[in-house]
T-cell receptor, first 111, second 113 residues
């Protein structure tokens, strides 16, 4: 089955700095890669996603890149703000809609 | 549109007891997922339904867990008997037929003592 590894498990940055979280996946059949933000005690919320036919996608301060050949994808957050502090999860999804999640990255943005 | 609804929000039971969770997906969403999220980990898929049929239940511990979606709308997940290691948040999610984007419910936090 699919295996998704996510790094780092914790990340601390100063407000205004950039943050990068990386994930690798194993199943070449995965073709959709969402990123979720989960605040303490809340449900996961989709923040950005990318399909396998696209190499990069950007939405304001958030961007995702995908390298299908190497089977890895990354989340980039620029100009971080304290409200970006949360746990971020990557996932790899097959065309059957089955998602495998990474174990999360706890991002702390220090004011 | 109304979001994914789940109940109860919290449940505390003793080991070997039974428990059931309920999920009502967003109207019109054909695919429904149940996930188990243990503290400090990502959600782990337990079962995926397409309408009232099971698409994937390969990670469902079938000796104690069961799930159904009889009319292709709401769903129940049951644990019988519960073990200490079942303590987790149980998340329900749904998607439209034409999208991979999953909408999550608020989850049910289960504590087994």
């Amino acid at each position: 089955g699919e295996n998704v590894e996510q790094h780092p498990s914790t990340l601390s940055v100063q407000e205004g700095d950039s943050a990068v979280i990386k994930c690798t996946y194993s199943d070449s059949a995965s073709n959709y890669f969402p990123w979720y933000k989960q605040e303490l005690g809340k449900r996961p919320q989709l923040i950005i996603d990318i399909r396998s036919n696209v190499g990069e996608k950007k939405d304001q301060r958030i961007a995702v890149t995908l390298n299908k050949t190497a089977k890895h994808f990354s989340l980039h957050i620029t100009e971080t703000q304290p409200e970006d502090s949360a746990v971020y999860f990557c996932a790899a999804t097959t065309n059957a809609g089955k998602s495998t999640f990474g174990d999360g990255t706890t991002l702390t943005v220090k004011p | 549109e109304a979001g994914v609804a789940q109940s109860p929000r919290y449940k505390i039971i003793e080991k070997r007891q039974s428990v059931a969770f309920w999920c009502n997906p967003i109207s019109g969403h054909a695919t429904l997922y149940w996930y188990q999220q243990i503290l400090g980990q990502g959600p782990k898929l337990l079962i995926q339904f397409q309408n009232n049929g099971v698409v994937d239940d390969s990670q469902l511990p079938k000796d104690r867990f069961s799930a159904e979606r009889l009319k292709g709308v709401d769903s129940t997940l049951k644990i019988q008997p519960a073990k200490l290691e079942d303590s987790a948040v149980y998340l329900c999610a749904s998607t439209r037929d034409t999208s991979y984007e999953q909408y999550f419910g608020p989850g049910t936090r289960l504590t087994v003592t």
